[in-house]
């Protein structure tokens, strides 16, 4: 018996078992690599098919998975969807961050997280086609809001007002120190920015689309003009045309947008008030 008891002390010297952290650790990471792998083959479905011909049984099937697994992890394409969004506005704001960590002046930082953003709708079109769905109208944000939940949304938002601050922190900066004019609105001048991005990205997809009317357009050159003569209009020392306006028609105060965001998800404003009137 005590032999016995001995060479069992000595097995178990030779095959120790896992420490339960060790098991809990080692199962958490099984569970985040198939929750990535199941954003992975989201984000494939709804590029190809949009939102509304998407459904989880082709994300299943896409991922290899039965459709029971799929529910343990996202308990609906919403969800699924509004993970992806968030995944793509962190990498977005990464993307932004590390370009204003290399620049000092704030024209540069301007014009390159303007550059940064372009960057990213070509490196990430599946994230950026995922976040622009909403504007094309493919999905209900209010369902989105209904399915998903506030905390969710709030965060998303969130992220999405960090990156719109940032840029409003820099022209607000720019203001006090006399190198923009006074009379600039930060929150003004930072949509300004953000609508000629937009539309610059509009007219390099024709280019790129139609290079035998357009010719070859190089992006970043095209950008760096843009937003480079946008903020010589911000210059405390160049007269701007809109300084000449009639008081009757000049921005106020009480005109100034709020709520806004680049993101279209922000564009909307969730409501519980409005989405428990539905029901």
């Known amino acids: 018996m005590n032999m016995t008891s001995e060479r069992y002390d000595k097995l178990k010297t030779f095959v120790k078992p896992p420490e339960r952290s ?9 569970r985040l690599s198939r929750q990535a792998d199941i954003l992975k083959a989201a984000k494939q479905v709804f590029f190809k098919h949009g939102f509304e011909q998407t459904s989880m049984d082709m994300i299943a099937e896409r991922c290899g998975l039965a459709k ?5 992890y996202f308990k609906s394409k919403e969800e699924l969807y509004v993970s992806l969004v968030e995944e793509g506005i962190m990498i977005m704001r990464q993307d932004l ?11 540069e930082r301007l014009i390159e997280s303007s550059i940064a953003y372009y960057t990213f709708t070509q490196e990430h079109k599946e994230y950026f086609r995922i976040l622009m769905l909403i504007e094309a109208e493919a999905i209900n944000a209010e369902a989105l809001f209904e399915k998903v939940g506030e905390a969710k949304m709030k965060r998303i938002q969130g992220l999405i007002g960090e990156i719109n601050h940032g ?13 923009f004019k006074a009379s600039l609105d930060a929150t003004e001048a930072m949509l300004m920015l953000r609508a000629a991005t937009a539309g610059a990205m509009m007219i390099l997809s024709k280019c790129e689309r139609h290079q035998e009317m357009f010719g070859k357009v ?6 760096r003009k843009l937003v480079s003569n946008l903020l010589a209009s911000f210059s405390a020392t160049v007269s701007c045309p809109a300084d000449a306006l009639p008081s009757s028609i000049k921005p106020t105060s009480k005109s100034k947008p709020k709520n806004f965001a680049v993101n279209p998800l922000a564009t909307r404003r969730f409501s519980p008030r409005r989405v428990a009137a539905k029901k």
Do not use: C, H, M, W
């Open 22 to 30: 060790e098991r809990v650790e080692r199962k958490e990471r099984e």
């Open 68 to 72: 029971g697994t799929l529910y343990l």
């Open 97 to 107: 961050n590390r370009v204003a960590a290399n620049l000092t002046t704030a024209s």
């Open 167 to 179: 840029i409003e922190t820099i022209i607000t900066e720019e203001i006090q120190a006399g190198r």
């Open 218 to 223: 190089d992006a970043n050159i095209f950008l």
